[in-house]
């Protein structure tokens, strides 16, 4: 079945270290997003990429980091820059960015703490 | 700034009871709109959406949602819940211009046996 595979589900970091957050996506789709789910803010974008070798900023971008080199592939990065890193991430895919329809389909995400 | 509302922060139903989630959006341009949904452990799944057409939308598990242009709402409804119906509902929007998929806080909904 095709998905999107994020790993690790549980990661823990101290304070200064960057840490990497994998995510993998057998959909062929083009578009992939990062978000942030801090409890009763809702999603938050971070990075998103319309294509590989591209990626655009989102809404909080700051302290992070990405790279897209593969279709499959879009790990981000959390640098010692964030300032309040400790949170749930989403990966998440679309089929095209623009112009059909297409919904996110989401990773089961990873919970990172930092300490 | 672009945002999604939803004023229930955390709802509890018994089982049977008619649910209605809200949901507003201040993008006054062309909008795509959807719910998802995350059952405990889950990852988010979309339950349905609306892109164009009929403003009534059905969706996966009993849900519907109506898509009101005049009051940028997109009320998700359920008429009877089950216990089973017990997660955390988002609503979305896609605003076609930006590009930019924007999530309301969430709606978490306990169901009582």
């Known amino acids: 079945d095709g998905g999107i595979t994020q790993s690790p589900k549980y990661l823990f970091r101290k304070e200064g270290q960057n840490v990497t957050l994998s995510c993998e996506q057998n959909l062929n789709h083009d578009a992939m997003y990062w978000y942030r789910q801090d409890p009763g803010q809702g999603l938050r974008l971070i990075y998103y990429s319309q294509i590989v070798n591209d990626f655009q900023k989102g809404d909080i971008a700051e302290g992070y980091s990405v790279s897209r080199e593969k279709k499959e592939s879009f790990p981000l990065t959390v640098t010692s820059a964030q300032k309040n890193p400790t949170a749930f991430y989403l990966c998440?895919?679309?089929?095209?960015?623009?112009?059909?329809?297409?919904?996110?389909?989401f990773g089961n995400g990873t919970r990172l703490t930092v300490t | 700034a672009q945002s999604v509302s939803q004023h229930n922060h955390h709802v509890i139903l018994s089982e049977a009871a008619s649910l209605e989630l809200g949901c507003n959006y201040s993008y006054g341009g062309t909008v795509n709109l959807f719910w998802y949904v995350q059952y405990p452990g889950q990852h988010l799944q979309l339950l349905l959406k609306?892109?164009?057409?009929?403003?009534l939308v059905k969706g996966i598990k009993g849900f519907e949602a109506e898509f009101i242009k005049s009051k940028f709402s997109f009320n998700l409804r359920k008429p009877s819940v089950q216990w089973s119906d017990t997660a955390e509902y988002f609503c979305a929007v896609n605003a076609l211009f930006l590009n930019k998929f924007y999530f309301g806080s969430g709606t978490k909904l306990n169901v009582k046996p």
């Open positions: 609306y892109f164009s057409g009929d403003p």
């Open positions: 998440a895919s679309s089929k095209s960015f623009s112009g059909d329809n297409s919904p996110l389909h």
